[in-house]
């Protein structure tokens, strides 16, 4: 299955940008603990939750796939994963999916909205952050 999501993942960040570009906004991307606190400092081992608010700016309801791609510093993808929902007209909601580091080092975050995990259509452009962990 992992497999198959990295191709996806491959796949539409190369050929992804179509249709529906824009019509969510992502903002406030944040790590942090279960209780909602900010990390400025991530631990191996430590359990990260990797925070992004979508905003529905289109005319209809909106089907987003959020999807978060951990690559380290030799380029090797670390963790991929993905939630799935729907936004209502000018709806905001903050979402999160789960990473715990096994090594220290400096990873990128990747974050992505896609229309679904088949059609691969970028609702919003791809945001990159990087954090160290120790």
């Given at each position: ?9 491959f796949?539409g ?20 603990n279960?209780l ?16 992004t608010?979508?905003t529905?700016?289109s ?16 380029g090797?993808?670390a ?8 936004l209502v ?16 080092g400096i ?28």
């Open positions: 299955m992992k497999f198959f999501i990295y191709f996806l993942v796949f960040i190369s050929f992804g940008h179509a249709y529906g570009y824009e019509e969510i906004i992502t903002s406030n991307f944040k790590v942090v279960t909602g606190e900010e990390i400025k400092s991530p631990l191996v081992g430590q359990q990260l939750n990797l925070q608010s979508l529905n700016v005319n209809e309801e909106m089907d987003w796939a959020y999807i978060v791609q951990i690559i380290d510093s030799k090797a993808i963790d991929l994963s993905f939630s799935k929902g729907s007209k000018n709806q905001t909601l903050t979402t999160a999916l789960f990473w715990t580091p096994h090594k220290d990873y990128k975050i990747e974050t992505f909205v896609w229309n679904n995990l088949s059609d691969m259509s970028a609702l919003s452009p791809k945001s990159t952050f990087t954090i160290t962990v120790t």
